[in-house]
């Protein structure tokens, strides 16, 4: 395999007699169904005409084609059957006998294309494309529906462009009709260009629902079998509507999301005039628009107010339109430990909070950042507080991926008005080339310096450099579920996340899969492939909600550590570490026999807590115990499977797929080398890993005082989450027992590893029970 | 499969109801929509309760020739209110020689001068709708042949030599190249109208590596005025099955399909007994002739549409789908748009029209140069055409290439009448026409030389062969009402899946049916350009050819038409021709689409 990555091959291609070199292939993802489950795979496609003019500057006009992407991340597929794209297409020397469809013909080395002008058999191109808009526009009741009320249906547009106003053929005699039994979706048929474009959406989404039917001047699209939509199987998810190039397909008023009391909605043409999003309101389909009012509004906040609050769940996003913001922690840097305190038995423990400098704990993290869910850049440990300027979006992750808020954002001057959007709009806009690239360059300029600092790797990397890094790397979002990286691929860049999560797991031969980590914010990944010469991927990455990368190529990479042998080391210790992590783990699993006890997690569990029910009689010392060891919060329910006589008892297991690390806002979770999960300090005691945890195994505790806000007067309980820390710090020595097995009177609970119980107790127990069936 | 089962519900219940279509999108498991948009898509499929009585006349420009017109308004005065009766117009039925022809309850009944009881003209048409409507049982036609043999074509003088060249290629081994070499040195070509060479998708297919590859043959034969195929498998379906088992063997397909329109029901039965012979035979099977090598066939029934024909269409139709022509190559690259690469199920495929398969036994039993030597004029090879309209004794005649049109007019007994020759359509609507002073040119595909100049007369005269669906038009005809007829036919058969013809089609008819202006010609001109070179098939591209053609050459009828109002249907609307079910009888017409 290659070192150097040698990128797509390029062509040589003339496009209206000027030489370009251009690539051969783009890449794409394409969704695969196997087994009724889907794959994403990242495929390169041969460069169609139009993709490739496309890169070169030069726009040939479609209509049917669709130049974006599906909700999936995957590229819709053309249809090719508007051919207003027609092109004449020269090989050899020679051109075809008919025009190609620049949306669907791939370019070859050495093709020449002619966009404009006469045909070799002397047909005008641009007439021909004239007459289709023509034909279309005969049969089109303009102004539709669409091009009344927003001016932009994309049919009349060319018509304008082209300068056709009276329809040269005669209109159709009867009009195909119109469906209103949709309440918030309107149909009308006469306005029906049949670019397949909402039957290609609907299917995008997996609804099925549209298709075309009858035949010839006849067909039109349909709802299942030709019923009204109303009526039809339609969810109403509305992306017909927004692929509709005309007014066909729009919105018809009905049901739409509210703001919250005594504000007032941005009307969709509110939104269109917006100073600063208006552009980018812009390029989103008005009839989209129009049945989102009501999920985006303005405003306004004078200096001191909350525009909202660390831990809540939200389901919006803030655009700050004007003024300035404070962004910042409210929380008391610490951990908890529990530490003896003198008195009986089993009075003896209290927890304390503790701050890294007092109380080191193993393989803490000691990175100075912690990662907010702002455009801006995140905050420092020892600086809970930034001041965020007018054009950053804030809470973006707390609207797409539901995790809580991640700091609390208090307007800093008087004027800061506030562009509050649902998820819809917010998706929506992210999907706009403006939005993306105005974010994207906002987070080059303010962001991505402390972002690669954050990286402890990265702390002392130039100015130089990351100037230099700042217009090569490129920023990629990838929505839930599709992969970043594949396992076996060759690797070509590395990747640090700006949002979301990435599931890193290994996959096996037998279609086992083993979830190594679950990273977030400020992690990278894709440095162990890069290290080695010709290196692949060691493990999958995917998206498991909606993630945004920053990846930065080989090419910047090899740069990167040939320059500075310091990160190189570094970043070289890291990849061996996980490495040798990930492969004691694969052995541990490979080897295992009880599925449900291997799906459990159980055996490479560090420590459970198991019951002999047969000596057990419920007397509930343990939880007891184990409360009074923890300030009266339980870590301990007495309750989870059995294996045989064995009840094995909700607490923290260590799992294989540890869910709790997903959502925390600010990535203060996370697994040690060895498996077991520590809270980092900056935890905010959102409650988001508590509820995540399938076993209930990890709690919040109250600490210090309830805390009023001096401006609202709003009373907040902290709190911070706690896992079973196995009594590590009530436990004297290495023998001494937990409080929970301590207390059992009846010598039924005892504390074990996973690998222990399994090849002792369970395996003990069912030769014993074998050994008297066999009596 | 989609399309079988579809068959089998119609057949079961005499139409496809909502109910039946939700259960079959149950158990294929495929969305309903789907479905639905197949079923309203071909013209075979009913989508609500049978009538008692359905009769459907051809239009189409030999039974048009023949007052097609006027028997369908006869059978629907007789009709009048009764609504168990449905009439309507249909397109071509493929009895172009024994026009006018109709469908009696989806059996063709036409006027056959030789089969005992056959109608011999429109009055005991009119009255076969009429016994049909009293409840009285009316007997399928069993048709005469109209071409008679013996035939060049067919190496065999006896039933039991059949399938022998297929035996002795697989007693010698080692023949696949070689046969493909002959085909090739016997220049043959595309019968069905294209005319590019065959080997050319014989070599491809075997030289792709592909687990799975199919042999098609298209004997959709729906062009206005092409009966060839109706003869060749009616007389000769045994060369059809050796000449697809050898495209099998020859390029390491293991499956067929023998692809016939539905309304070719004699057609059906009897390719279906000759692939039961086949079998028993060894010709057919698993086993061919004790080689071990596996080859089988099947027929597959059009569910209807000129555009099936098509060859893309008719196998997205095969695969169940809208038979909806795909991207061309043009369109798409090479690979994607052709299916010797990627055809049915996206594997590669062999796909012939039937006369084309025809020729491999007898060229592969006397050789490639016996072929070529068949060919007179300059030309090489043998030709099967129909010759319909205004001649004596229309019928179906196999001649050497290079016949001239006047011979053919010969063949078929003269002008009717002895009426004078205005124009000869050598291709039904799909080619330009020749004017009297032009019927001496000898009939063959088009040639050009390095230099791209044509190389033989045909081409010079901007024409071909193509089909040879031969249309004579005596002196007295309107050559603009046959245009617009043609035009209709297009319009009508047009699968609505790109703009330039789906909406160009109509338009076109729009322009020739409408109050004439001096614009019109203007406007023909430049819709024809953008119909001609932005369609996505040849049926899109050649929409326009009739009426650019008249205009060109039959000067004096344009002129005619410019000053009158056009033919007698002109001013109807679209919605009148829409009740009348011009389009295809699905619940596809215009009004109330989806209305509430």
Same mark, same amino acid.
Request: overall charge positive; glycine content about 18%.
């Given at each position: 395999m290659a070192e150097t990555s040698p990128g797509p091959k390029k062509l040589r291609l003339k496009i209206d007699g000027r030489e370009y070199l251009v690539d051969a292939t783009k890449s794409v993802t394409r969704t695969i169904v196997e087994h009724d489950r889907e794959r994403h795979v990242e495929v390169h496609v041969p460069q169609t005409i139009y993709d490739a003019a496309k890169s070169v500057g030069i726009e040939i006009p479609i209509l049917c084609h669709r130049d974006q992407l599906n909700l999936d991340g995957t590229p819709v597929p053309q249809a090719g059957v508007c051919r207003v794209c027609a092109v004449e297409v020269w090989m050899n020397g020679r051109p075809d006998r008919v025009f190609a469809a620049a949306c669907c013909r791939e370019i070859a080395d050495g093709m020449e294309v002619k966009?404009? +002008?006469?045909?070799?058999? +002397?047909?005008?191109i641009e007439q021909t494309r004239r007459t289709l808009i023509e034909l279309l526009l005969a049969d089109h009741p303009a102004p539709c529906v669409r091009h009344r009320e927003f001016h932009d249906c994309e049919l009349e547009l060319y018509a304008e462009r082209y300068g056709l106003k009276k329809p040269v053929y005669t209109p159709r005699a009867v009009s195909k009709g119109t469906d209103f039994s949709n309440p918030s979706i309107a149909i009308d048929h006469s306005a029906c260009i049949l670019c397949d474009r909402c039957i290609r959406a609907c299917a995008a989404v997996e609804n099925h629902i549209i298709g075309r039917m009858g035949k010839g001047y006849a067909s039109s699209i349909s709802f299942d079998n030709n019923k009204p939509m109303g009526q039809s199987n339609c969810v109403n998810c509305g992306e017909c509507m927004v692929a509709c190039p005309t007014g066909a397909i729009t919105y018809a008023g009905g049901k739409a999301p509210r703001p919250p009391e005594g504000v007032s909605m941005l009307l969709a043409e509110d939104l269109r005039k917006l100073p600063t999003l208006g552009p980018m309101f812009r390029r989103i389909s008005p009839s989209f628009l129009k049945r989102s009012e009501g999920a985006v509004w303005a405003r306004n906040f004078k200096k001191g107010e909350i525009i909202c609050r660390q831990g809540e769940f939200g389901s919006t996003a803030f655009y700050i339109d004007s003024g300035e913001v404070d962004i910042y922690l409210d929380v008391n840097l610490g951990h908890l430990r529990t530490r003896k305190r003198s008195g009986g038995l089993f009075n003896r423990m209290s927890s304390l909070l503790f701050s890294r400098e007092q109380d080191p704990r193993r393989e803490e993290r000691l990175s100075k950042s912690i990662p907010i869910d702002s455009s801006a850049g995140d905050l420092e440990y020892g600086r809970l507080v930034a001041r965020v300027t007018a054009g950053e979006l804030i809470g973006e992750a707390a609207c797409l991926n539901f995790q809580p808020r991640s700091a609390t954002v208090r307007a800093a001057t008087d004027d800061v008005i506030v562009i509050e959007m649902l998820r819809n709009v917010l998706d929506m806009l992210r999907k706009t080339r403006e939005f993306r690239a105005d974010m994207e360059r906002k987070y080059r300029e303010r962001a991505l310096v402390s972002h690669l600092r954050s990286v402890p790797i990265f702390r002392d990397l130039p100015e130089a450099f990351i100037n230099r890094l700042r217009d090569r790397v490129s920023l990629l979002p990838f929505e839930p579920g599709q992969p970043i990286v594949t396992q076996g691929d060759p690797a070509d860049a590395f990747y640090l996340i700006r949002m979301g999560h990435v599931k890193v797991y290994e996959s096996y031969a037998d279609g086992q899969v083993m979830v190594l980590s679950y990273l977030s914010r400020g992690q990278y990944f894709g440095e162990i492939g890069l290290l080695t010469p010709g290196g692949v991927r060691t493990a999958n990455c995917t998206a498991l909600d909606h993630v945004e990368v920053v990846r930065i190529e080989k090419r910047d990479f090899d740069d990167m550590i040939r320059l500075f042998p310091d990160i190189k080391a570094r970043l070289q210790e890291v990849a061996e570490a996980r490495l040798r992590e990930n492969r004691a783990r694969a052995s541990q699993t490979r080897t295992l026999s009880l599925p449900q006890y291997i799906e459990q997690g159980?055996?490479?569990?560090?420590s459970l807590l198991i019951l002999d029910l047969e000596k057990c009689t419920r007397c509930d010392e343990c939880v007891r115990a184990c409360a009074q060891a923890h300030d009266g919060i339980t870590r301990l329910v007495r309750d989870g499977l059995r294996f045989d006589k064995y009840l094995v008892t909700t607490s923290c297991r260590s799992c294989r797929d540890p869910l709790c690390m997903v959502g925390c806002p600010v990535g203060s979770i996370r697994r040690k080398g060895d498996l077991e999960i520590i809270i980092e300090d900056h935890c905010i005691g959102c409650g988001r890993c508590a509820e995540q945890c399938p076993y209930g195994n990890i709690n919040m505790h109250p600490i210090g005082h309830d805390r009023r806000d001096p401006v609202t007067g709003e009373v907040d309980h902290p709190r911070k989450a706690a896992v079973c820390d196995l009594c590590t710090d009530m436990c004297l020595d290495e023998n001494d027992d937990p409080a929970c097995v301590y207390a059992c009177p009846h010598d039924a609970a005892h504390r074990v590893d996973g690998q222990a119980f399994f090849d002792q107790y369970l395996l003990g127990a069912r030769a014993v029970s074998e050994k008297m069936q066999a009596k | 499969m989609i399309i079988s089962e579809l068959n089998a519900i119609q057949k079961r219940y005499g139409y496809i109801s909502e109910a039946e279509l939700e259960a079959l999108a149950r158990r294929l498991k495929r969305p309903i929509h789907e479905l639905y948009g197949v079923a309203s898509f071909y013209p075979h499929f009913r989508l609500s309760p049978p009538p008692k009585v359905s009769v459907a006349v051809c239009t189409d420009a030999p039974c048009h020739m023949k007052g097609a017109t006027n028997l369908l308004k006869r059978i629907r005065d007789l009709a009048g209110d009764d609504k168990s009766v449905e009439v309507k117009r249909c397109s071509c039925l493929g009895q172009c020689d024994r026009a006018p022809a109709m469908l009696l309850n989806d059996y063709p009944y036409s006027c056959d001068?030789?089969?005992?009881?056959?109608?011999?003209?429109e009055s005991d048409l009119v009255d076969l709708a009429r016994r049909a409507m009293a409840g009285e049982a009316v007997e399928h036609l069993r048709f005469s042949s109209a071409a008679k043999g013996p035939f060049k074509i067919d190496p065999y003088s006896s039933p039991d030599e059949h399938y022998s060249v297929l035996k002795q290629l697989l007693a010698q081994g080692g023949f696949e190249q070689q046969v493909i070499d002959k085909i090739k040195a016997a220049n043959l070509r595309g019968m069905g109208g294209a005319g590019t060479v065959a080997f050319r998708k014989w070599q491809t297919v075997k030289d792709q590596k592909s687990e799975q590859k199919y042999v098609v043959c298209n004997g959709d034969e729906s062009e206005v005025g092409t009966i060839k195929d109706r003869e060749l498998l009616k007389n000769l379906p045994h060369l059809l099955i050796e000449a697809m088992a050898i495209a099998g063997v020859c390029t390491g397909a293991t499956r067929g399909y023998v692809y016939i329109r539905h309304e070719y029901h004699e057609q059906i039965e009897i390719v279906e007994q000759e692939l039961q012979r086949a079998r028993t035979l060894g010709a057919l099977g698993s086993n061919l002739f004790g080689s071990g090598r596996t080859f089988d066939l099947s027929v597959f029934v059009s569910p209807g549409g000129y555009v099936q024909g098509e060859e893309t269409a008719l196998l997205e139709a095969i695969e169940g789908k809208r038979g909806q022509p795909r991207n061309k190559s043009w369109d798409v690259g090479l690979m994607a748009g052709v299916p010797a690469f990627m055809?049915?199920?996206?594997k590669p495929t062999i796909i012939n029209n039937v006369e084309t398969f025809m020729y491999v036994p007898v060229i592969l039993a006397k050789g490639p140069e016996w072929f070529l030597a068949q060919g007179i004029n300059g030309a090489q090879g043998l030709k099967w055409i129909g010759v319909g309209g205004d001649v004596a004794r229309p019928g179906v005649f196999e001649v050497p290439m290079g016949t001239t049109y006047r011979q053919a007019i010969e063949l078929a007994g003269g002008m009717a009448g002895g009426k004078k020759l205005k124009a000869v359509c050598p291709s039904g609507p799909s080619l330009p026409f020749l004017l009297p002073s032009e019927i001496d040119v000898p009939m063959d595909f088009p040639a050009w030389d390095r230099e791209g100049k044509p190389a033989n007369p045909i081409t010079r005269l901007g024409t071909s062969v193509g089909s040879a669906a031969i249309i004579v038009i005596a002196e007295g005809r309107d050559m603009v009402d046959l245009a617009l007829n043609m035009t209709r036919f297009y319009r009508n058969e047009s699968c609505g899946k790109c703009v330039p013809c789906r909406i160009g089609s109509q338009k076109m008819v729009d322009i020739i049916e409408g109050?004439?202006?001096?614009s019109d010609l203007d406007e023909i001109a430049r819709l024809s350009d953008a119909m001609n070179m932005t369609s996505i098939c040849g049926l899109g591209q050649v929409v326009s050819n009739p009426i650019t053609c008249v205009i060109r050459k039959w000067k004096d009828d344009v002129q005619a038409h410019l000053k009158r109002a056009v033919s007698a249907e002109s001013g109807r609307t679209v919605a009148q021709w829409n009740e009348s079910g011009q389009m295809s009888g699905s619940a596809a017409a215009g009004a109330g689409l989806g209305g509430v």
């Open positions: 966009t404009v +002008g006469k045909a070799q058999n +002397g047909v005008d159980l055996y490479i569990a560090q | 001068r030789e089969a005992p009881g056959a109608p011999r003209g055809g049915l199920w996206g109050t004439a202006r001096d």
